[in-house]
Nanobody, 116 residues
């Protein structure tokens, strides 16, 4: 089992920045992909950014150049630095990890609200 605890969400004005954190615990040895997803009201959950165990990253087109995913040296915390935030970035952001057995684990979500 893997447990994920997110923090760092909040209310920010357009153009501002936030950094989300996700502390990962449990059977972390089997994790080969870490990432962030988001879900806006009335919309499906969508991928924001991922990073694999080799450090390769992938971003949604809508956040490229504005968001950066990273992880701590001990690989137990994954971050999402969000700059130049827009009102359309408003959503609940979820931390996600995938294991070598293709099992996904999710955090509880953290609300990000960007005011215009």
């Amino acid at each position: 089992q893997v447990q994920l605890v997110e923090s760092g969400g909040g209310l920010v004005q357009a153009g501002g920045s936030l950094r989300l954190s996700c502390v990962v615990s449990g059977s972390t040895f089997y994790i080969n992909l870490m990432g962030w997803y988001r879900q806006a009201p009335g919309k499906q959950r969508e991928l924001v950014a991922t990073m694999n165990s080799g450090g390769m990253t992938n971003y949604a087109d809508s956040v490229k150049g504005r968001f950066t995913i990273s992880k701590s040296n001990d690989k137990n915390t994954v971050y999402l630095q969000m700059n130049s935030l827009k009102p359309e970035d408003t959503a609940v952001y979820y931390c996600n990890v995938r294991t070598t057995m293709s099992v996904h684990f999710w955090g509880q979500g953290t609300q990000v609200t960007v005011s215009s």
